[in-house]
């Protein structure tokens, strides 16, 4: 088990004043106040796809780790080339693997192959493409300057130099370049365990038959997928109903074995919404009522020492805070960096008049043409243009009135790792 967030109970509060707390000030108090959870483990590179790198990580060795040739040709001396433009070869070649044991005579060129280490008394390599081979000597034309054609040891990264900074996630990328930095094995974090349940009186498991009044659970398949996708390990705490002490059951079970709870449903501060009231009578908890639309009621705090983070029940409205809030703050509890999310300034194809004073996300689809459309609806209910979009589109606190060409910012899932 990892250590509890080393966080004072009262740290989600936010001051007070303002009746609704901006987007940015939200996400700047979870900045501020959430680190890393997530113990740490070696693991071996071919496993380490997906984790984040626990400490700095420096190379082992220079890359290259010996100067060598860049094309296929003829490795020379530079300076013997002022003069002729004919050199005899000396005997055998240098071939990737396969070094060329002796030095190369003054006045000799050696037949060399991509990648083959620099031989002994040598500087450049005349490519084959410059070369006319008559025999035993090369003809070319022309002088050569030293280091033509040669990748100098190191030149990629030097030993002892950091190439994976602490909270990186690793990519394929980032294994090709521990590979060729000499490592094997990586520090990373343990997997951050995110329990994820879903409540309310009204919600049934998915592809169950549906009685008056009940609707299906779109939330928890959808929350747990997001989880996983961002590299965490999910636990699938199921669904309960509004019933305190099931709540309360299930939430204690939650926290002894994961490190955060996801919730959704129950989270604003009506009467109905037990998770609120439990967890203000029984957890330590705070409610930000966010200046963004969809989303307002987000609920934070801990349960046991654990991070609870209580979404919208509203499918629509619990993808994006999920997007927006539990995705930087899951990664900064994983040991990763605060992720941005990725963002493109296009033209608009829609209209639409925005109250400001706060900020809103529309269902978008980015077009072939450059332009981003919004889902025919706002309303917050309508799950079918969360798959009909290839993103959000995120309207600033302060804008007013869209017009059909006006630049918007456009998310695309991709860039929350979608
Ligand atoms: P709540 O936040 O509990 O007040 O729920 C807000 C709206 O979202 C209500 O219409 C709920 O029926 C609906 N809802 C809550 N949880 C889910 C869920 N897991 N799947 C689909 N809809 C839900
Ligand atoms: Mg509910």
Same mark, same amino acid.
């Given at each position: 088990?990892?250590?509890?967030?080393?966080?004072?109970?009262?740290?989600?509060?936010?001051?007070?004043? =303002?009746?609704? #707390?901006?987007?940015?000030?939200?996400?700047?108090?979870?900045?501020? !106040?959430?680190? $890393?959870?997530?113990?740490?483990?070696?693991?071996?590179?071919?496993? &380490?796809?997906?984790?984040?790198?626990?400490?700095?990580?420096?190379?082992?060795? /220079?890359?290259?780790?010996?100067?060598?040739?860049?094309?296929?040709?003829?490795? !020379?001396?530079?300076?013997?080339?002022?003069?002729?433009?004919?050199?005899?070869? =000396?005997?055998?070649?240098?071939?990737?693997?396969?070094?060329?044991?002796?030095?190369?005579?003054?006045?000799?060129?050696?037949?060399?192959?991509?990648?083959?280490?620099?031989?002994?008394? #040598?500087?450049?390599?005349?490519?084959?493409?410059?070369?006319?081979?008559?025999?035993?000597?090369?003809?070319?034309?022309?002088?050569?300057?030293?280091?033509?054609?040669?990748?100098?040891?190191?030149?990629?990264?030097?030993?002892?130099?950091?190439?994976?900074?602490?909270?990186?996630?690793?990519?394929?990328?980032?294994?090709?370049?521990?590979?060729?930095?000499?490592?094997?094995?990586?520090?990373?974090?343990?997997?951050?365990? !995110?329990?994820?349940?879903?409540?309310? /009186?009204?919600?049934?498991? $998915?592809?169950?038959?549906?009685?008056?009044?009940?609707?299906?659970?779109?939330?928890?398949?959808?929350?747990?997928?997001?989880?996983?996708?961002?590299?965490?390990?999910?636990? /699938?705490?199921?669904?309960?109903? /509004?019933?305190?002490?099931?709540?309360?059951?299930?939430?204690?079970?939650?926290?002894?074995? &994961?490190?955060?709870?996801?919730?959704?449903?129950?989270?604003?501060?009506?009467?109905?919404?037990?998770?609120?009231?439990?967890?203000?009578?029984?957890?330590?908890?705070?409610?930000?009522?966010?200046?963004?639309?969809?989303?307002?009621?987000?609920?934070?705090?801990?349960?046991?020492?654990?991070?609870?983070?209580?979404?919208?029940?509203?499918?629509?409205?619990?993808?994006? #805070?999920a997007l927006v809030f539990a995705r930087p703050a899951l990664?900064?509890?994983?040991?990763?960096?605060?992720?941005? $999310?990725?963002?493109?300034?296009?033209?608009?194809?829609?209209?639409?008049?925005?109250?400001?004073?706060?900020?809103?996300?529309?269902?978008?689809?980015?077009?072939?043409?450059?332009?981003?459309?919004?889902?025919?609806s706002e309303g917050s209910g309508l799950v079918s243009g969360?798959?009909?979009?290839?993103?959000?589109?995120?309207?600033?606190?302060?804008?007013?009135?869209?017009?059909?060409?006006? $630049?918007?910012?456009?998310?695309?899932?991709?860039?929350?790792?979608?």
């Amino acid at each position: 088990m990892t250590r509890p967030p080393p966080l004072r109970s009262d740290c989600f509060a936010l001051p007070g004043g =303002a009746r609704l #707390t901006p987007v940015d000030a939200a996400l700047g108090r979870l900045r501020e !106040v959430l680190g $890393p959870v997530a113990g740490t483990e070696s693991v071996a590179l071919f496993d &380490a796809a997906g984790r984040t790198v626990a400490r700095d990580v420096a190379a082992l060795r /220079d890359n290259p780790p010996a100067a060598n040739s860049a094309v296929d040709g003829y490795a !020379v001396r530079a300076a013997d080339t002022e003069a002729a433009g004919v050199l005899p070869l =000396a005997e055998g070649r240098a071939a990737a693997g396969a070094p060329h044991g002796a030095r190369v005579p003054a006045g000799h060129a050696l037949r060399i192959l991509t990648g083959a280490v620099m031989p002994a008394g #040598t500087d450049a390599v005349i490519m084959d493409e410059e070369v006319v081979l008559e025999g035993a000597r090369i003809r070319f034309e022309g002088r050569v300057r030293a280091g033509a054609n040669v990748r100098p040891a190191a030149e990629d990264m030097a030993a002892g130099q950091v190439i994976l900074p602490a909270g990186t996630v690793i990519g394929p990328q980032h294994l090709a370049v521990l590979a060729a930095a000499g490592h094997g094995q990586v520090e990373v974090r343990k997997r951050l365990r !995110v329990a994820v349940l879903s409540t309310g /009186d009204e919600v049934v498991a $998915p592809g169950s038959p549906l009685r008056p009044g009940q609707i299906h659970d779109a939330n928890r398949p959808m929350l747990l997928a997001l989880a996983a996708r961002w590299g965490h390990e999910v636990l /699938d705490l199921g669904h309960v109903p /509004d019933d305190p002490e099931r709540i309360r059951a299930r939430l204690d079970d939650a926290a002894a074995r &994961a490190d955060v709870i996801l919730s959704s449903g129950g989270a604003s501060a009506g009467d109905a919404d037990h998770v609120s009231a439990l967890m203000r009578k029984a957890g330590e908890v705070a409610f930000w009522r966010i200046a963004m639309k969809p989303g307002r009621p987000l609920a934070l705090g801990f349960w046991r020492d654990r991070l609870f983070l209580g979404l919208p029940g509203n499918p629509v409205a619990a993808f994006v #805070t999920a997007l927006v809030f539990a995705r930087p703050a899951l990664a900064r509890l994983a040991g990763g960096h605060w992720p941005e $999310p990725l963002a493109v300034e296009v033209p608009a194809a829609f209209h639409k008049e925005k109250r400001p004073g706060r900020r809103e996300f529309l269902r978008g689809r980015l077009r072939p043409d450059g332009r981003v459309e919004a889902f025919r609806s706002e309303g917050s209910g309508l799950v079918s243009g969360l798959g009909w979009a290839n993103g959000l589109i995120e309207l600033g606190d302060d804008a007013a009135a869209i017009e059909p060409g006006t $630049p918007v910012r456009f998310l695309p899932y991709a860039g929350f790792g979608l």
